[in-house]
C-alpha cells in the first residue's frame, strides 16, 4: 500500500466502525509485542525509540506491554515533549500511569552510552509519517543506532525509509527485521529501499478487511497459488494442456530457446514445437526429444522469417530468446501478430525488437505478455534503470495499461501487471537466480502454465513463485546459490509442482 491508501483506510475504519485511533494504536502496539516477544527474552536489555508521531505512540504501547510482561525494558522519548500529541500523547500518559519511566535528554550522547548496553533496539521513531531529509535529533539518534551490535527491530518501516516509490537519497535505520502494521507499504518492495527493513512480517490490528482500500495491488501468496495452479484432470490428453510454440535461437545462441522449450515440457505443456534456425537444430534436438521442429530459413546463423510456419498447429506463442538483435524483426512481428493464435509472450530480445511496434500490435483480441527485467523494460520506456527501480508499480502500470499488455517486470520482487493495471508482488527466488538462462527458463514455465490455467494473470503470477520456490528449494539442498544453474532449475520443476497439487 501507499502511505495515503494506510491512512485512508486507518481514517474510514475510525468514521464508519466504532473503532478509535487509540484502539488501533493500542491493537497495534500489543501485536507487535508479541511478534517481538519471540525474539527477545527478558535477560535481555530493550531499548524502544521513540519519535514524535503514531509510530511512536506504538512504541509506546510496545514499550508498557513488554515491561507488563517482565521484559527489561527502558523507553527513550527522542523528541522534545511538545511534539507527542493526539493518541500518542493519550498513550503516554497510559505507560506514565502505569508507574513506568520515559527517559529523554536534550544529549543525544547520553541516549548513545545506553545503547551500547542495548541487546535489542526497537525503533519506532518514524513510520508512514516521513517527509524530506531526516531532521535533528532524529538523524542523529539514526546514525547511532546504525553503529550498534543490537539487534534491530523496526516497527511498521525502519525509520528514515519512505513508504512509497518515487524517492531517490534517504539515511534510514538499517534494520534486522521489521514488523509491518497492517499492510506492508511499497517501499518493501524496492530495491533501493528493502534492504533496510530486513526480514519483515506482518501483524494485522484490527481494520475491518471490508473497509480495505483497493489498492489493485496484492501480495501474491502459497494459499493463492495452491488454489489456483492448474490440476491436471485425470481424463485430459495432450491437447488440453497447450499446443506451444517457442521463436528464438541462432546458431551462435542455441541454448536459450532449448532452455525455454525444456522448462515449458517439465511446467505440463501438452506439445512443443520450436521454431528456430535449420542449423541451431542439431544442437539443441538432444536436449529436446519431446519436442518438434519449424526449421526457419536464416543468414548467418539468424532467422530471417517466420513465414513458413504451420500457426494452425499452435495456440500459444513464446518469441525472443536468443534470437538475436540482427534479425529482420518488421517482418517477423508483423507476421506473428497476423497469424499466431493465443497468448503471445515477448522476452530478451525481442523486447529489444518490439519497442516501436506495440502500439500497432496490442489491441489484438488474445494477450500479449511482456517479460523484461529492468534493464529491458528501461530500454522500452526510454528512463535509466535507476528510474525504473525507483517506481516499478507506477512505471508497469502505466505501460500495461496504455498497451493492453501484462507486463512482469522480473527482479528479487518481481510485479505482474494486468492490460487494466492490476498487480500482484511475487517474492519467491534468490540470489542463484540472478544468473544468464534463468529468465529463459522462466518464459517456458510461463507459456505452460498460461496455456493451462483459465486466468493468464493467475498463470503469470504461479509461474514466477514456481520458477523462484524452485530456486529456493534447490539450494537448500544439494545446490549453492553460486553454483545454481539455469538447467539445474528446468530439472527442479518437477518437484515444486509435485508440492503444489495432487494429481499436476
Ligand atoms: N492504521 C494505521 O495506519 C495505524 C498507524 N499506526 C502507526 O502510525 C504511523 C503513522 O503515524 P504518523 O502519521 O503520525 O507518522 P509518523 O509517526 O511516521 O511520523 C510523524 C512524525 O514524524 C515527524 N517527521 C516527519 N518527517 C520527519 C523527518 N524527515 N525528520 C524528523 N522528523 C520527521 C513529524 O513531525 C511527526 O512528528 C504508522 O507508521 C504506524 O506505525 C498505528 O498507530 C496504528 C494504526
Ligand atoms: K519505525
New binding site residues.
Partial sequence: MTAQE??D??QTAIQTSGLSGTM??EN?GRSVSREVEKKINRQQNVIVLI????????GYVIARTLLNHGYRVEAWQV?PDE?IHG?ALTHKEIFLQSGYVVRHTEDVSVLGKDMQQADVIIDCM??????????SP??EVVELVNEQNAYTIS???PSGVPADEGFGEFDAVKADETVV??APKMSAFLESTSYYYGKWTIVE?G?PVKLLPNPRRQLWTKRDASTTVPIRAKHSHKGSHGKGLVIGGSYHMPGSIAMTARAALRSGIGLLSIATPTTAIPSVAPFLQEATFEPLPEEQGVMMEIDGVDWSKYNGTAIGMGMGREVNASSIFQTLFQHAKGPVLIDADGLYHVKDKLMKYADRPDPVILTPHPGEFAHLIDRSIPEVMQSPFTLTRGFAEKYGVYVVLKGPATIITSPQGDQRVELSGNAGLAKGGSGDVLSGVLLALTLQSKSVFDALANGCMIHGLTAERLTENHHSTTGLLASDLIEGLSETFRTFSVSM
Fill in positions: 494506510m491512512y483506510w486507518d488501533l494504536m497495534a519519535g514524535g508521531g503514531n509510530n511512536g505512540g506504538d523528541v511534539k493518541d518514524l513510520g508512514i509519517g516521513i517527509k524530506g531529509k531526516l531532521r532524529i538523524s516497527i511498521d518501516i502494521i497492517a490490528i481494520l
